[in-house]
């Protein structure tokens, strides 16, 4: 998903890749200055489509990497901006390992800005949490719904398993709301962009062990944490993490999925 050249004649959209292309400048503008905050050593642009954020980052960054799938896209893109100042990595960005990608400053990290594919969103905000040490900041466009999970809390009803692994390693604020007439074609539902920057102090844990807990927590909300928990915590560990078992997953704070990890991890 990206932005509109003004010329699409040639390209229809592609259902299979999620393409949806912006077209809003007001809208990729303001993708664009808050990706570029701060002037960021290295940028990497997921999925730039036709190249309308690009165009926007390229004006503000003297080079940038973008990471797209469509090989009919990625044609179009060098023969569009060349090769000096964007470069273009023909790849899945969910088989991508950052490390790997060419970058203005080795040893800086990437500020990372895109219009996620609605299908694969959620999967890569994991993949990229899986590289955070590469990472400054991420700016996101991701489904409005998406982005209530990411900013929800303990209690409401969009919180969940996405939520508590994204607000143990990130902090993350809503910049924005996007309609579905700013894209081509319009998407059915609306959009968010969303900032995403690795919490300074993340607490220990041992973040498989936590997230194999929160999956079994949250794969039955209305059972309470007794029951979905059985087969990975004893009560006696429950006691120990200061946990009430009679509760459900959704009275949980990030935290106390952290504890409950402590508690059932064998002494060394």
Same mark, same amino acid.
């Given at each position: 998903?990206?932005?509109?050249?003004?010329?699409?004649?040639?390209?229809?959209?592609?259902?299979?890749?999620?393409?949806?292309?912006?077209?809003?400048?007001?809208?990729?503008?303001?993708?664009?200055?808050a990706g570029c905050?701060?002037?960021?050593?290295?940028?990497?642009?997921?999925?730039?489509?036709?190249?309308?954020?690009?165009?926007?980052?390229?004006?503000?960054?003297?080079?940038?990497?973008?990471?797209?799938? $469509?090989?009919?896209?990625?044609?179009?893109?060098?023969?569009?901006?060349? /090769?000096?100042?964007?470069?273009?990595?023909?790849?899945?960005?969910?088989?991508?390992?950052?490390?790997?990608?060419?970058?203005?400053?080795?040893?800086?990290?990437?500020?990372?800005?895109?219009?996620?594919?609605?299908?694969?969103?959620?999967?890569?905000?994991?993949?990229?949490? $899986?590289?955070? =040490?590469?990472?400054?900041?991420?700016?996101?466009?991701?489904?409005?719904?998406? +982005?209530?999970?990411?900013?929800?809390? =303990?209690?409401?009803?969009?919180?969940?398993?996405? /939520?508590?692994?994204?607000?143990?390693?990130?902090?993350?604020?809503?910049?924005?709301?996007?309609?579905?007439?700013?894209f081509t074609p319009?998407?059915?539902?609306?959009?968010?962009?969303?900032?995403?920057?690795?919490?300074?102090?993340?607490?220990?844990? $041992?973040?498989?062990?936590?997230?194999?807990?929160? /999956?079994? +927590?949250?794969?039955?909300?209305?059972?309470?944490?007794?029951?979905?928990?059985?087969?990975?915590?004893?009560?006696?560990?429950?006691?120990?993490?200061?946990?009430?078992?009679?509760?459900?997953?959704?009275?949980?704070?990030?935290?106390?999925?952290?504890?409950?990890?402590?508690?059932?991890?064998?002494?060394?």
């Open positions: 998903m990206s932005g509109n050249d003004g010329s699409m004649a040639w390209h229809l959209p592609r259902k299979r890749f999620g393409q949806h292309f912006l077209h809003d400048r007001q809208v990729l503008d303001r993708i664009a200055r905050a701060g002037n960021p050593s290295n940028l990497l642009e997921i999925g730039p489509g036709l190249g309308a954020l690009t165009e926007m980052l390229l004006e503000r960054l003297p080079e940038i990497t973008a990471v797209e799938l $469509d090989r009919d896209l990625v044609v179009r893109l060098a023969g569009r901006f060349g /090769s000096d100042r964007l470069k273009l990595v023909q790849k899945d960005i969910l088989r991508c390992d950052l490390a790997d990608l060419p970058r203005r400053c080795p040893d800086m990290p990437f500020r990372v800005v895109g219009n996620l594919p609605y299908n694969i969103s959620t999967p890569l905000l994991f993949h990229l949490m $899986d590289q955070l =040490p590469q990472i400054d900041i991420m700016v996101f466009m991701v489904q409005k719904e998406v +982005a209530a999970r990411l900013a929800a809390t =303990p209690g409401e009803k969009a919180y969940g398993r996405l /939520s508590v692994m994204v607000a143990l390693e990130l902090e993350c604020e809503t910049l924005f709301d996007v309609p579905p007439e700013a319009p998407p059915k539902v609306d959009s968010s962009i969303v900032r995403l920057v690795p919490r300074p102090d993340p607490m220990a844990m $041992d973040r498989k062990l936590v997230g194999r807990l929160v /999956s079994a +927590a949250f794969a039955q909300r209305r059972k309470t944490l007794r029951n979905t928990l059985r087969e990975l915590v004893t009560p006696a560990q429950f006691r120990e993490a200061g946990i009430d078992p009679s509760l459900r997953a959704e009275a949980l704070g990030p935290g106390d999925f952290v504890r409950l990890s402590a508690a059932i991890t064998p002494e060394p």
